[in-house]
């Protein structure tokens, strides 16, 4: 059992930077995969960023290289560092942690708008 809680949203003008952050209570966080969704009007939730109790890290192609992903396991967070943003990139964004079931926070609203 783990509870989540996000941080960090806002207003962002293109080409700015952005830092999410996910704060989790609980046992056994550890042991979780953890990730970034994101979710806009009409379209289904997609995957962000995630990585894995192991430390494997995976990104959506459409924010390779602009986002990192980072968990620490003694501070039970996991953060999402989103640099030269986009207006595509407006979207709620989720923290997620998954073991046998799958846990969320409550969303954090991003916009990028000029």
């Known amino acids: 059992q783990v509870q989540l809680v996000e941080s960090g949203g806002g207003l962002v003008q293109p080409g700015g930077s952005l830092r999410l952050s996910c704060e989790a209570s609980?046992?056994?966080?550890?042991?979780?995969?953890v990730a970034w969704y994101r979710e806009t009007p009409g379209k289904q939730r997609e995957l962000v960023a995630a990585?894995?109790?192991?430390?494997?890290?995976d990104y959506a192609d459409s924010v390779k290289g602009r986002f990192t992903i980072f968990r620490n396991n003694i501070k039970k967070m996991v953060s999402l560092q989103m640099n030269s943003l986009k207006p595509e990139d407006t979207a709620v964004y989720y923290c997620?942690?998954?073991?046998?079931?799958?846990?969320w926070g409550q969303g954090t609203q991003v916009t990028v708008s000029s």
């Open positions: 990585v894995s109790s192991g430390g494997r890290i």
């Open positions: 609980g046992t056994g966080f550890m042991l979780y995969d």
């Open positions: 997620s942690a998954h073991d046998v079931g799958w846990y």
